[in-house]
C-alpha cells in the first residue's frame, strides 16, 4: 500500500492542481533539468521566479534569443536576484523537443542565463500553466502568488527590428515588483508558435 501511497503524491506535485491565474498562487510542479536534477518550483520560495516556454526552433524565440534580447532580459532580472526557470514542453518527435544534452549545448551556445532549463515532455506542466506559444512568459512574486502572464513584449512580430520600440513586459513587471508596486500590466497576449504538447 506504501508505494501506491507514494506514486499518487509523486504525480500531484508534478501537476499544477489548478488552472493558473494571475493574482491567484502560482501552481507548484517538478521537472527534471537539462542534467536531470530534479527542480520544484518551491525550491525558490521567497524568491521571484520567472517562467519561460522554450521553443529552439521558432522564429518568435529565435527573434529574442539570436539578437540577444532574451539573455538580457534573463541576465537583469538574474541581477535583481529573480529566479528565471526555461521550460520546455515540446513532445518528443515532435519539433523543439530536445533531450538534456541537447538542451545543456544549446544554453552553452547561446550563453542563455537561465537559472535552470527545465524539461517537460510529457506537457504537463505546460498544460497546467495554459503556455500556449513559445515564449510566454509567467512571473510569480515571492509571496508564490502569479502576477503576471502574456508575451515577453507588446511587438507581436518575429522582427528583431520591432525590440528597439517593445515594452519589455518581464522588466517592467519585475520592476514594479521590486518596488513594491502591483504589475500595471498583468497580462497580456503571448505571441510565438504554439507549443508543440504530446497528442492527447
Known amino acids: 500500500m506504501k508505494p501506491i501511497v507514494f506514486a499518487i503524491a509523486a504525480v500531484a506535485l508534478a501537476v499544477p492542481a ?15 533539468d537539462a542534467d536531470g536534477r ?3 518550483l518551491a525550491d525558490y520560495k521567497g524568491k ?3 517562467l519561460e516556454w522554450h521553443n529552439p526552433g521558432c522564429p518568435y524565440v529565435r527573434k529574442h534569443y539570436d539578437s540577444g534580447n532574451m539573455q538580457k532580459t534573463q541576465a537583469a532580472a538574474r541581477n535583481d536576484g529573480a529566479v528565471w526557470l526555461t521550460i520546455n514542453s515540446g513532445a518528443p518527435g515532435k519539433q523543439g523537443h530536445m533531450s538534456g544534452a541537447e538542451a545543456k549545448a544549446l544554453v552553452a551556445k547561446e550563453k542563455a542565463r537561465s537559472t535552470a532549463y527545465l ?3 510529457k506537457g504537463v506542466v ?4 495554459q503556455a500556449k506559444t513559445t ?9 508564490g502568488t502569479l502576477v503576471y502572464a502574456g508575451g515577453i513584449d507588446d511587438k507581436p512580430t ?3 527590428a520591432d525590440i ?3 515594452r519589455n513586459h518581464v522588466l517592467a513587471a519585475l520592476a514594479e515588483v521590486q518596488a513594491g508596486k502591483p504589475v500595471s500590466v498583468a497580462t497580456s497576449r503571448p505571441y510565438g508558435c504554439t507549443v508543440k504538447y504530446p497528442e492527447s
Open 119 to 121: 524539461l517537460d515532455p
Open 164 to 166: 528597439a520600440g517593445a
Open 38 to 40: 530534479t527542480v520544484s
Open 48 to 50: 521571484t521566479v520567472v
Open 126 to 129: 505546460g498544460k497546467g500553466y
Open 135 to 143: 515564449p510566454h512568459m509567467y512571473i510569480v512574486d515571492k509571496a
Open 158 to 160: 518575429s522582427d528583431k
Open 18 to 32: 489548478a488552472a493558473t491565474q494571475v493574482g491567484q498562487p502560482a501552481p507548484n510542479f517538478k521537472l527534471n
